[in-house]
């Protein structure tokens, strides 16, 4: 099908089957492997974009649901020249080690943020326990996500 | 150089201090290329058929259809692999493709390429297997008894891999004089890694002939003599490259996906093969925390010093080696945990079975004896009527005491001050008064544990790594680290340590990550040793390198070395004033001037507890530990049997801590994943067949089942570690089931034997109906 969307800002036109997945069609066809894939099931969180602005898992999504969408990527979010507030706060805070939930844990908090500009650690938590970290045990990316709201991260339900 | 340039360089990373990570803002922006993101229009995907069941003779492969399929454009078997086809690291056991027999269901047995992933599924599909059924063995107790089927026939010791033991003192017949006497049978399961990223790879073979495999691997050069052996190919005409990978935590530490690339490659030359197992396949395939089952008996005076322990350690390990001797041997090493035992002995096995692959992951056979110990001196402690943390407090090992393996510890010890500091914690003072406010339908309880963990390979293989600087004739700095960054942020220290040497910014520095072609052997990613034994090998590169070009600048200005500072940016003759920048000395080096390279050998144990040399090889003692306390606090939901932890608290001695916010990382990443093992991953395979194929079934921490994490460290220097660093990444994995499951036990009444502990298990507990599931 001949697929019309939206893609980090810029029109996109391209050509594809209507059931490839987003995640690939991200991945291999577009070259924007920021979006990682690990589950292919919906589980993980790993390859979480924004549609119009709302988290969604591209690896449960066909090509042809993003018709004349807007479409998110990480790497339409910021660069390492010019982060966007919530990749500047992960950057700071620690919230990255091996990284590859990461791209889609910022997706997330930036979804959840716009959602809940102020929220607390345990709304952090809960917005964000869709997407699995195997690194971190989750702490230093509540931090992040909680400077980022402009809260002090050692605040109200710190130890 | 300019005054207003001179504001421009940013300051030099102090150790010490917290450090950004250098890898940071690229995986932040999705800029950082991993193995699995490499894409090409004339790539090919590769792809293996799985055996699927658990031990069987392979009677032939009919590939004949799915060679047929268009877009296929390899089909290979056994009968393709030119070299021993033989893979592991003690004992090469492990088949790249299957030859003789099928071991287990995970084991792979043809390889297709295709061009593209569908294809590739569908050719898969259309491979048959000719399989003659054998009898297959997944009891640690029938695989050991006699006429058992044997997993490898010629192996000597049948299907017990390696046995290891130990005796001090009187061994266990002073259990007999002893007062008090305590013993329970624990059962730990196999725990999965579940990095976020998949076994990856893509490779190619060069015009040349040579072959350069890109993958997420912890073990680069290790991975390019098996890759050459297993293949038949010269090892110099192997090559390795190794991107961050997205997490390994011990189960990249050995070949996955790379002598698979490579068969691949040798059939479809000079196209790029890419291979990306899905997560069934990974859960299927990669090894596992070795499940166990161990045996405890303690024994103890009055006054609570502890006399002796009987210790008997089952690890399963699989169809295959895959370190497992190595990781029994590190359990055998930590059984009597941190303590002063004077009488023990201690006898491991590592057996072999058709269940999966046991293998390394962070903790290496010490979070089983963690569990084990730790909870039989709480048992201790309720016999004898004393507090758990006074029965530690007199009983833990200092400088110079003999361990449980009877070595005289010869190291840093900051244990006591880190159970002191756990002393002093407001969660312990003041668990009473806690406990009492549990709210309606809820019971309170608040466990410790201790734990130390060795640090390096131990006496016999020698831990080495070699660092590199080069210093650009544009006067940048390149940093070559052999060693894998897999997520720990060890890159990052590196810098941090290169940067305070040579008192440049850390901007003026680059990393050169793994990569067999360019950076130096160094080892594995593992064993807590990645700045342990890389450090000091960095450190003097680059105070050579600093010495040289001071050397080189101070004639120049026609001046005595000592009068020249290497300062951000620049030299200065310290007298006159007189300066050179950086850049222009280092364009007036020879090429082989700009390069430095060192090396280290991490020192070892001359000690030896047993007069058995295998026990030696596969790691028998270590020299250097790194000690924690670990506090947990738990609430157990009596309706529902949830146990949720509200309070966790970490003291731990690393030595030297050179970057806060990365040990931090590396605590709260190794207890986030420790409290997995105690409540809620359960990875369940029951006679080949795995019943947690995926995260809906096997389930790991998301952000709402944890509390924050507190951590403290211990002020303590270790001589033998670089700047007196000890290695942290493994420590806090250890202890935290422990911790648990004392605090469990204190709230409801009941010691587990069997983890993790589901909501089924405390229900049954709860209820007091006797139970498997409860140590006698």
């Excluded at chain 2, 059962?187 to 998949?198: C, D, N, S, V």
Aim: charged share 25%; aromatic share 6%; glycine share 10%.
């Amino acid at each position: 099908m001949r697929l019309r969307f939206t893609l980090n800002g810029q029109p996109v036109e391209i050509e594809t089957p209507p059931d490839r997945r987003v995640v690939d069609l991200l991945r291999q066809d577009l070259g924007l492997t920021g979006t990682k894939e690990a589950c292919g099931a919906g589980e993980c969180g790993a390859c979480t974009v924004l549609v119009d602005g709302r988290s969604r898992l591209s690896c449960l999504m066909l090509a042809a649901q993003l018709e004349g969408r807007r479409l998110t990527t990480i790497e339409g979010l910021g660069d390492p020249q010019n982060l966007h507030p919530v990749q500047r706060a992960f950057v700071e805070h620690g919230a990255v080690q091996c990284g590859f939930c990461t791209p889609g844990m910022v997706l997330a908090a930036v979804d959840l943020l716009e959602q809940n500009p102020a929220p607390s650690r345990e709304e952090i938590r809960r917005g964000l326990s869709g997407n699995l970290c195997r690194c971190t045990g989750y702490q230093k990316i509540v931090d992040a996500v909680q400077a980022a709201a402009g809260d002090d991260p050692r605040g109200e339900d710190a130890p | 150089m300019s005054a207003q340039d001179k504001d421009q360089i940013s300051p030099v990373a102090q150790v010490g201090v917290s450090f950004t990570r250098r890898d940071a803002a690229a995986k932040v922006c999705g800029r950082e290329a991993y193995a699995c993101d490499f894409y090409a229009p004339e790539m090919l995907w590769a792809g293996v058929k799985r055996a699927g069941v658990a031990h069987a003779r392979l009677r032939g492969v009919d590939t004949a259809r799915a060679r047929e399929l268009p877009g296929v454009e390899a089909v290979l078997t056994h009968r393709d692999v030119k070299g021993s086809n033989r893979q592991g690291v003690v004992q090469k056991d492990q088949p790249v493709l299957v030859d003789d027999k099928v071991r287990h269901p995970g084991d792979a047995v043809a390889l297709v390429v295709a061009r593209d992933r569908q294809t590739l599924a569908r050719a898969l599909e259309l491979v048959e297997l000719d399989l003659e059924p054998l009898p297959a063995v997944f009891d640690l107790d029938e695989a050991l008894a006699d006429g058992a089927p044997l997993i490898h026939p010629e192996h000597p010791g049948g299907n017990l891999l390696l046995k290891g033991e130990v005796t001090t003192g009187r061994g266990a017949e002073a259990l007999e004089s002893c007062p008090v006497v305590v013993q329970a049978t624990y059962h730990l399961p196999w725990q999965e890694h579940a990095y976020l990223e998949t076994e990856a790879g893509w490779a190619r073979l060069e015009e040349d002939g040579s072959l350069v495999v890109t993958a997420s691997t912890q073990t680069p050069f290790r991975d390019r003599m098996e890759v050459a052996e297993s293949l038949g190919l010269d090892p110099a005409r192997v090559r390795i490259i190794v991107p961050y990978p997205g997490g390994a935590f011990g189960g990249k530490d050995g070949i996955t996906v790379q002598s698979l690339l490579g068969l691949a490659c040798l059939a479809c030359p000079g196209r790029p093969v890419k291979m990306w197992l899905s997560r069934e396949e990974s859960f299927l395939a990669g090894a596992k925390r070795h499940r166990a089952r161990l045996h405890y008996r303690l024994g103890a005076d009055r006054e609570g010093r502890l006399v002796a322990m009987q210790a008997r350690l089952y690890y399963d390990t699989g169809p295959y080696d895959h370190l497992g001797g190595v990781v029994m041997t590190l359990g055998l090493e930590h059984a009597g945990g941190p303590y002063r035992i004077p009488h023990t002995e201690i006898q491991s096995y590592a057996v072999y079975t058709n269940n999966p692959v046991g293998g390394a992951f962070r903790g290496f056979g010490v979070p089983q004896v963690a569990a084990a110990v730790e909870q039989t001196l709480d048992r201790l402690a309720a016999e004898l009527g004393m507090d758990p943390l006074e029965l530690r407090r007199r009983n833990l090992l200092r400088r110079g005491d003999l361990t449980p393996v009877g070595t005289v510890l010869d190291c840093s010890v900051g244990l006591g001050e880190c159970l002191e500091a756990l002393a002093r914690h407001r969660l312990w003072r003041r668990r009473e008064d806690w406990k009492r406010k549990a709210p309606p339908h809820t019971r309170r309880g608040v466990g410790l544990a201790l734990a130390l963990h060795g640090v390096g390979y131990g006496p016999v293989v020698p831990d080495v790594a070699g660092a590199k600087l080069e210093l650009t004739p544009e006067g940048r700095i390149l940093l070559y680290a052999g060693v894998v960054d897999m997520g720990q942020g060890n890159a990052t220290t590196y810098l941090q340590m290169a940067s305070q040497e040579l008192n440049q910014p850390p901007d003026a520095l680059e990393l050169v990550l793994p990569d067999t072609a360019r950076t130096l052997p160094s080892g594995s990613a593992s064993a807590s040793r990645t700045t342990y034994t890389f450090g000091p090998a960095l450190l003097a590169a680059a105070r050579e390198l600093a010495a040289r070009l001071r050397a080189k600048a101070a004639d120049l200005f026609m001046a005595p070395v000592e009068e020249v500072a290497l300062l951000p940016g620049r030299l200065m003759h310290l007298t006159s004033g007189k300066e050179i920048p950086l850049a222009r000395l280092a364009a007036m080096l020879d090429a082989a001037e700009r390069v430095v390279t060192r090396r280290h050998r991490a020192p070892t144990s001359p000690q030896r507890p047993s007069s058995d040399p295998w026990l030696a090889l596969h790691g028998l003692p270590h020299k250097v530990f790194s000690f924690a306390a670990q506090l947990a606090a738990v609430q157990v939901d009596t309706l529902t049997g949830r146990v949720e932890v509200k309070h966790f608290f970490t003291a731990c001695d690393v030595g030297n801590v050179l970057n806060p916010q990365l040990l931090e990382q590396q605590v709260q990443g190794a207890v986030a994943q420790g409290l997995g093992y105690a409540l809620w991953e359960d990875f369940q395979s029951e006679k080949g067949e795995l019943l947690t194929p995926d995260f809906a079934t096997y389930i790991i921490p998301t952000a709402l089942d944890l509390p924050d994490l507190e951590t403290r460290y211990v002020r303590c220097y270790e001589p033998s570690g670089p700047l007196g660093l000890k290695g942290a990444g493994e420590l806090p994995i250890d202890a935290p089931l422990p911790a648990v499951a004392a605090a469990v036990a204190e709230a409801c009444g009941f010691r587990p034997a069997r983890f993790p502990l589901t909501p089924e298990r405390i229900l049954a507990g709860l209820s007091g109906r006797p139970s498997e599931d409860q140590a006698s």
